[in-house]
């Protein structure tokens, strides 16, 4: 318990509600004692509201602070790989190197997809969004590995979280080649995981030699990693609210993709190259972030609702950017324009004075488009990156006795009405 506590008078009473302190951030007072005094306390957006105890990933906006097991964003992203920050978020420490090798043969071992599964992608339009079709499909999950659904069993649940992990680049690349009308291509696990992935979206059976370029390989895992947890955020807390009821772990992971699809969470970099396609031409950009300025129109991939000085992940991903664009000698109008407004963004009093400083969005979708890969396939990227994240949150979850989710609302409507003098009208 608590030896620290807040005085909160209600109607002539003290009620002394227990302040807790974390490693890190602000303490969180215990408001469970006023619904014994007939509240609720409101806190719209969960804004200020601790639901969970966590030991996985902290962050300080002010600073500009993101820790992953206390490990620093920037660190993992240079001197680890995507595999290695899998671990660390579902194990709590980095590898050694025996864990390492057993921890990615695991994964290699499990990246294939069940063949009736494969057959459940034809029950789509090709239009479809590929999101829609990546959340029906690890969904389906749950149909196909019912020896791992005990969400009780501790062997389960590690069984389960290196499925996700292996299965999603199969699943992500099945739905950009279905939407294309492109044949499946099998994972080839002789290659590292951003490796299998570039193979699998963009080799053919008529290529057996297809390559994968080493510089994208690279770019693509520290977008992996850059992306694999973000803390309590609206997708996570999706996760943990529907595991909080039970439910299987791939059914959770599925309502996390849907959270997730949503334009305000995980649809940032995507709203990027869409506001670049708006303003046309580089031309066009001082008269573009002067309507910003005047806020006729909204700067997509600037700033951060959650970092108030800078984004740790985006100075990391500026440096990947550069490399991507240099290697591929891209001349694409597109790409100008966006290093035309990063330009301005860095050097205009205005966007200085404001933190309106590039984020990992802008990075993020500047790198996928360089590589080849379509705006509906962004948010998809998003969700395979974010899959390590929700498992390592659903199992914490479960490693220690937790309640069922049920927020309280503040009613507005009508209160009790009179129904039989409705029916004698």
């Not at 300080?60 to 671990?87: F, S, T």
């Not at 009736?116 to 034809?122: A, G, I, M, N, S």
Request: aromatic residues 10%; contains cysteine.
């Amino acid at each position: 318990m608590s030896d620290k506590t807040a005085k909160l008078e209600l109607n002539g009473t003290t009620i002394e509600l227990p302040i807790y302190e974390g490693t890190l951030g602000y303490p969180v007072i215990n408001v469970e004692g006023v619904q014994a005094q007939g509240y609720f306390t409101y806190d719209p957006g969960f804004k200020v509201t601790a639901p969970v105890e966590s030991k996985i990933t902290y962050i300080d906006g002010d600073k500009g602070q993101l820790l992953h097991r206390g490990y620093p964003i920037d660190q993992l992203a240079e001197k680890a790989d995507y595999l290695e920050v899998c671990y660390a978020l579902i194990h709590g420490e980095l590898p050694t190197k025996e864990q390492k090798q057993d921890f990615d043969s695991k994964v290699r071992n499990h990246t294939m997809i069940h063949e009736q599964l494969r057959r459940f992608y034809d029950g789509f339009r090709r239009d479809a969004h590929p999101m829609a079709v990546m959340c029906g499909v690890v969904g389906a999950l749950s149909a196909f590995y019912h020896d791992g659904m005990d969400v009780s069993n501790a062997d389960h649940q590690e069984i389960t979280a290196i499925r996700l992990v292996a299965k999603m680049p199969t699943i992500a690349a099945m739905c950009y080649k279905y939407s294309i009308g492109h044949p499946f291509i099998q994972p080839n696990n002789d290659l590292d995981y951003a490796e299998n992935f570039l193979y699998m979206m963009f080799s053919t059976p008529a290529d057996q030699n297809y390559k994968v370029n080493p510089i994208l390989a690279k770019a693509m895992d520290k977008i992996f990693t850059l992306h694999a947890d973000h803390e309590q955020n609206a997708s996570t807390s999706t996760v943990r609210l529907a595991g909080s009821t039970g439910a299987n772990p791939y059914a959770c992971i599925a309502a996390g993709i849907a959270a997730l699809w949503g334009p305000a969470h995980g649809g940032a970099n995507e709203a990027v190259l869409v506001m670049l396609d708006e303003i046309g031409h580089k031309d066009n950009v001082a008269e573009f972030m002067e309507r910003v300025k005047k806020k006729e129109v909204k700067l997509m991939g600037f700033g951060h609702r959650v970092y108030k000085n800078f984004d740790p992940r985006a100075k990391v991903m500026k440096e990947t950017c550069d490399e991507v664009l240099a290697a591929l000698g891209i001349n694409d109008p597109q790409l100008e324009l966006a290093m035309e407004l990063e330009k301005i963004a860095l050097n205009d009093e205005y966007f200085v004075k404001r933190n309106l400083y590039p984020n990992v969005d802008f990075y993020s979708g500047i790198i996928l488009k360089a590589i080849g890969i379509p705006t509906s396939m962004f948010t998809v990227i998003f969700a395979l990156a974010r899959t390590v994240g929700w498992i390592s949150h659903w199992l914490e979850m479960h490693s220690e006795p937790y309640k069922i989710g049920r927020p309280r609302q503040l009613y507005k409507g009508y209160d009790e009405r009179n129904f039989i003098e409705i029916a004698d009208r």
